[in-house]
């Protein structure tokens, strides 16, 4: 296992799809928006003008529970480290820095006996919030026998990023050909293919082995088949006095 | 399956208020939310405080309720911790006897506190707790301990359990820069050569916002599947609709009242209520935002959308989506009855 950050080990490289891909075409506006860097510390956490492959399969997954369609997320989950994602940032965002009170889980570390072991407490933290310009597109790739599942998530994905990031689509979701032109490159492309005009982001992705879960009733990123990589995206950042703004041209 | 789901757009002109200031800096002024852009500062409200208000009004329904909806006692006072300690009382489920939750328990136990309590139901909950339970001997929490010593299970070897909230809330964000604070002492003082002890921040301004709620998932058990032939909804379809039509009608109350953190002294002046609703029993809704971001405009990057109404009443087919659209308060509180005749 390797999750060192910013790295790319032989076992890290990008989905060798064996399976023919269907790939699908979503397009969301938002209100506000808001994803977390996953290098970035909890308390401090940096926003990113993507959101990262593991976000937009697991948010695949987690919508349809929601829908009560368990054996369709379960089968999803079972081949989304054959899919690939591409992700299309929208014009510009305005990112804005917020104090929060951030809740956290109450522990032993200093009283043995806390009688609220496992509930929480309050701290203080900063969170990057977004205000967009333009509209977030999303490209999946996804085997042909969960495409109709897929399509019906990304119909009625609630959310990209945290709950508050409530994103609305546009239209409807619509088959597509494997978007090209599109900067969202994984390191094993921008190595070989580095494109003007870029940015790196940290972005987390599934390895290639199969996804597991963390518990019996539960799947998360992080766990040993994650990695977290560098990507390039189209656009640069600007920093003002207490924020920063990302202008994709 | 019919997927009902609303959303919400909504235009709030707030006046002379702090619903903004959420905490202090280590100081003792109380600071508001500030959106900078270069050198353009705004305001905003963060959705998390508005979601509180909305549960506040949404467990004053469940109680006004004949018969009441019903709620676990910690949920009926808002505990920040309802959702562990209300999965902890389903377990132990009246009893006199102690009762361990533990793996054998778990999902009957979050499933009967779906039962038992709409506030975990809709308000949603995550429960981290350790395989271990401290001794309740810590005078900080008596109340609290008293309680879970009464009417909790004690924790055994069990796992994390997690249920997303119903509804979410986006940020009310202003339509115009900031360029005036005012600023309220919250303290009486009766000389001017003392320093004020707090003091708290006011704005003004019109502000753009979002709200959503999925109506389908409220009653159901997200855990149905783990459980021998167990239904996806935990209670019945009467109690589904009744909790409905409180979150909608919270929801709804809190546009036409507006409160939040800091109102002890000054309510809102509420100058501007505007908006439309889209129900739909077809997919998670839709919305416009009320607001727009140009980034070219370096004197007015966020800007009002003035067509957000007319695009979330295009978006009306009148077979499996509906739209109301209100100018006023009076508007918004007809569109109560109209939607729950549709659910």
């Known amino acids: 296992m390797s999750r060192k950050k910013g790295t790319v080990d032989s076992e890290s490289v990008a989905p060798a799809t064996a399976l023919p891909l269907i790939w699908l075409k979503a397009a969301y506006k938002f209100h506000t928006y808001a994803y977390r860097d996953p290098r970035s510390a909890f308390a401090s956490a940096m926003g990113s003008p993507v959101v990262s492959p593991t976000t937009v399969l697991l948010g695949i997954a987690s919508t349809l529970f929601s829908l009560g369609k368990e054996s369709a997320a379960k089968a999803f989950l079972d081949v989304a480290n054959n899919c690939r994602v591409v992700v299309d940032a929208p014009d510009g965002i305005i990112f804005f820095r917020v104090f929060h009170q951030l809740r956290r889980y109450e522990t032993d570390k200093y009283d043995k006996h806390n009688p609220r072991l496992g509930l929480t407490n309050i701290n203080q933290g900063t969170r990057e919030y977004g205000l967009v310009e333009g509209q977030t597109i999303i490209y999946v790739g996804i085997p042909e026998d969960h495409a109709e599942a897929a399509k019906l998530a990304l119909t009625n994905l609630g959310h990209l990023g945290t709950r508050d990031s409530m994103c609305s689509l546009i239209d409807s979701v619509a088959n597509c050909s494997e978007p090209k032109d599109v900067v969202y490159m994984p390191p094993e492309q921008w190595k070989t293919d580095i494109h003007p005009g870029c940015t790196a982001v940290t972005l987390s992705r599934f390895k290639n082995t199969p996804v597991t879960q963390t518990l019996p009733h539960w799947w998360m990123a992080g766990g040993n088949n994650t990695e977290q990589v560098p990507y390039f995206i189209r656009g640069r950042f600007e920093g003002t006095s207490k924020g920063k703004i990302y202008r994709k041209r | ?343």
């Not at chain 2, 506030?119 to 981290?128: C, E, M």
């Open chain 2, 1 to 343: 399956m019919e997927l009902w789901s609303i959303s919400f757009a909504y235009r709030l002109g707030l006046g002379f208020h702090a619903l903004n200031n959420e905490g202090a800096d280590g100081s003792n002024l109380m600071q508001p939310r500030r959106i900078d852009v270069g050198q353009m500062t705004y305001d905003g409200i963060s959705g998390e405080i508005i979601r509180r208000h909305i549960l506040e009004n949404f467990l004053d329904l469940c109680r006004n309720q004949n018969p009441q909806i019903p709620m676990l006692p910690l949920s009926e006072g808002l505990h920040p911790d309802r959702g562990p300690i209300g999965i902890r009382a389903a377990a132990r489920n009246d009893s006199a006897n102690p009762v361990t939750l533990d793996a054998n328990n778990l999902f009957t136990s979050v499933r009967a506190a779906i039962q038992k309590c709409a506030v975990l139901d809709v308000g949603g909950f995550l429960a981290a707790w350790k395989d271990a339970q401290g001794k309740a001997n810590a005078g900080d929490y008596v109340a609290e301990s008293n309680y879970i010593n009464r009417h909790c299970a004690q924790i055994g070897s069990v796992d994390p359990v997690k249920r997303e909230s119903c509804f979410d809330v986006a940020w009310l964000i202003s339509e115009n820069p900031q360029d005036l604070t005012v600023t309220q002492h919250s303290a009486f003082r009766d000389t001017a050569s003392m320093n004020s002890r707090y003091a708290q921040s006011m704005r003004s301004n019109t502000y753009g916002g979002i709200i959503r709620a999925d109506l389908h998932r409220i009653g159901t058990d997200d855990y149905w599947y783990l459980q021998n032939n167990q239904q996806r909804l935990a209670i019945t379809g009467p109690e589904q609709k009744k909790r409905q039509a409180a979150l909608i009608e919270a929801i709804i109350n809190f546009i036409a009242s507006p409160t939040g953190a800091k109102t002890a002294g000054w309510a809102p002046h509420v100058f501007l209520t505007e908006g439309a609703i889209l129900l739909t029993s077809a997919r998670t809704a839709p919305f416009a935002s009320p607001i727009k971001v140009d980034l070219k405009d370096k004197d007015a990057p966020v800007q009002p959308d003035p067509t957000y109404t007319k695009t979330m009443e295009d978006l009306e087919n009148k077979t499996d989506t509906w739209v109301w659209k209100f100018k006023d308060t009076k508007d918004l509180l007809a569109a109560v009855a109209a939607i729950k005749s549709k659910l």
